[in-house]
């Protein structure tokens, strides 16, 4: 069992930067990729970006250019640095891991972006 804390949301004008971050705990050993995804009001959970063990990256066609993510492994963290925000990027944030071909969610925080 993995245990996920998030940390790092809020409320950010547009143009504007967040560094959102999840902190893992538990069986971490067998943690493959770590990875964002989003979810808005009324819209289904959608893929933000991975990263894996090795360092390799993929991201959301609607984020290429302006959020970054990266990886800590000394730490166990995964960080989502999200640059030139936009008002359609405003959503709950959830960290998740794949652990032993099982996906775990973090609890969510909120990033809010105002026009």
């Known amino acids: 069992q993995v245990q996920l804390v998030e940390s790092g949301g809020g409320l950010v004008q547009a143009g504007g930067s967040l560094r959102l971050s999840c902190a893992a705990s538990g069986s971490i050993f067998s943690i493959t990729v770590m990875g964002w995804y989003r979810q808005a009001p009324g819209k289904q959970r959608e893929f933000v970006a991975t990263?894996?063990?090795?360092?390799?990256?993929n991201y959301a066609d609607s984020v290429k250019g302006r959020f970054t993510i990266s990886r800590d492994n000394a730490k166990d963290t995964v960080y989502l640095q999200m640059n030139s925000l936009k008002p359609e990027d405003t959503a709950v944030y959830y960290c998740n891991v794949l652990v032993l071909g099982s996906h775990q969610w973090g609890q969510g925080t909120q990033v809010t972006v105002s026009s």
């Open positions: 990263i894996a063990k090795g360092g390799s990256t």
